[in-house]
């Protein structure tokens, strides 16, 4: 298995939590080349589309031949988005994805529902994994595990 987090050394906050999905904060275009020709195959990105990434990620994953996926969150995160990033890292075994925000704290916060109920992880473990990603935030971890509660 390629160690696409040695393809990107820079990447803010970069963590590889699971096999196929390397995690961070925003990429720059020259880190999503480097994934693209590492085999990366799906950029998911979590920030909204007003939020500044220094240049049009969007057109950058595409002509490297990935695809791009915008999941936006802010604030109140709705189930839809919990079963978005749910269903992109589902798919992720074999297709390598690089999942993003900002920081990673959104990361890291609507991985949880992808731990405890796609991979079986305990709640514990699964927060455990979500802060290392980069989530800080109290409230994002609270929606993340009230969405597990209703969908358990």
């Known amino acids: 298995m390629t160690d696409f987090l040695a393809t990107v050394p820079g ?8 096999p196929d999905v390397v995690t961070g904060g925003q990429p720059t275009a020259a880190e999503i080349a ?3 020709a590492a085999g990366v195959k799906t950029v998911l990105d979590l920030r909204l589309p007003h939020e500044p990434r220094g ?3 969007a057109h950058a994953v595409e002509q490297a031949g990935m695809r791009y996926v915008s999941v936006p969150v ?5 189930d839809e988005a919990f079963a978005a990033v749910r269903r992109e890292l589902r ?23 992808h731990l405890m109920l796609d991979r079986g992880q305990d709640q514990a473990t699964a927060l455990r994994t979500a802060q290392q990603v980069g989530l800080r935030d109290g409230m994002l971890a609270q ?6 509660r209703r969908h358990a």
């Open 91 to 113: 798919q992720a075994a074999g297709a390598p994805l690089l999942y993003h925000c900002a920081s990673a704290n959104r990361v890291g916060a609507l991985m949880i529902p």
């Open 143 to 148: 929606q993340a595990l009230d969405y597990v």
């Open 34 to 36: 480097a994934l693209a």
């Open 55 to 57: 240049f049009d990620e």
């Open 74 to 78: 802010q604030g109140l995160v709705p």
């Open 11 to 18: 990447l803010a906050n970069g963590q590889a939590p699971l």
